[in-house]
């Protein structure tokens, strides 16, 4: 079956970091392009990374670079997003997403997590 399981959201500080995990069942995640989303209440869902393993790629958009890390273990089939510097409007269900061709348009994936929410205190 396959699958993308999130984890590591919840409440976290102003100024603080957050790391979430995106471990994936059913399918090599090395192989695919690795997309990471966010979507707060009653706005578009937003692109926050995306790791292109086989190309050797990483990109953010210049809104968010500087504050984001994106790697994976490809051991563990787990891909990771780590934000620092939070701010309260990086509050927002965050989700990740993996496809053969995937970019930083939604939805070019074929393979989602179930979301995490991240909520920053002020």
């Known amino acids: 079956q396959v699958k993308l399981v999130e984890s590591g959201g919840g409440l976290v500080q102003a100024g603080g970091f957050l790391r979430l995990s995106c471990t994936a069942s059913?399918?090599?995640?090395?192989?695919?392009?690795v997309g990471w989303f966010r979507q707060a209440p009653g706005k578009e869902r937003e692109f926050v990374s995306i790791?292109?393993?086989?190309?050797?790629?990483?990109y953010s958009p210049p809104s968010l670079r500087g504050r984001i890390t994106v790697f994976q273990d490809n051991a563990k089939n787990t891909a990771y997003l780590q934000m620092n510097s939070l701010e309260p409007e990086d509050t927002a269900v965050y989700y990740c997403?993996?496809?053969?061709?995937?970019?930083?348009?939604?939805?070019?994936?074929?393979?989602w997590g179930q979301g995490t929410q991240v909520t920053v205190s002020s």
């Open positions: 997403a993996a496809g053969r061709q995937g970019d930083d348009n939604w939805k070019t994936y074929d393979y």
């Open positions: 059913g399918f090599t995640l090395g192989n695919n392009v």
């Open positions: 790791l292109n393993w086989p190309a050797s790629t990483s």
